[in-house]
């Protein structure tokens, strides 16, 4: 076994618990795997990390003063789910795009 384990998409597969107790737009329920298998997808289909895709498409264009950083697992796997670190001034310039409908300075963003 390596290091700290098989790593953070080993424990993807043994969860069976279904997590649609709510009816869509119902509640907000915040499930862990789901942005994890996102940031999967992403590196995938990019083959770039997810940290460089981030700040591309989402965290360059409404002009960010500060790198974001994700934590890694063992393997130095970006943590998709609640990884992801940055400045309390960038953040709420993401809150200020979200709050216009994704878009910044009239370019659709999200």
């Known amino acids: ?4 384990g098989e790593g953070l998409y080993s424990n993807l597969g043994t969860l ?13 329920h915040y ?6 298998v996102l ?6 289909v990019s083959g770039k990390d997810l940290a460089d895709v981030m700040h591309e498409l989402i965290w360059a264009p409404p002009g960010a003063e500060h790198e974001g950083y994700y ?11 609640g990884g992801l ?8 310039r993401f809150g200020q795009m979200i709050l216009k409908d994704g878009r910044y300075n009239g370019r659709q963003v999200l």
Do not use: C
């Not at 076994?1 to 700290?4: F, R």
């Not at 069976?16 to 907000?28: L, P």
């Not at 940031?39 to 995938?44: D, L, M, P, Q, S």
């Not at 934590?71 to 789910?81: I, K, P, R, S, T």
């Open 1 to 4: 076994m390596l290091p700290g």
């Open 31 to 36: 499930v862990t795997p789901d942005p994890e």
């Open 85 to 92: 670190a940055i400045t309390l001034r960038d953040a709420a």
């Open 16 to 28: 069976t618990e279904k997590h649609d107790r709510f009816a869509h737009g119902e509640a907000f």
């Open 71 to 81: 934590w890694l697992d063992f393997h130095g796997v970006e943590m998709a789910g």
């Open 39 to 44: 940031g999967w997808i992403i590196r995938r």
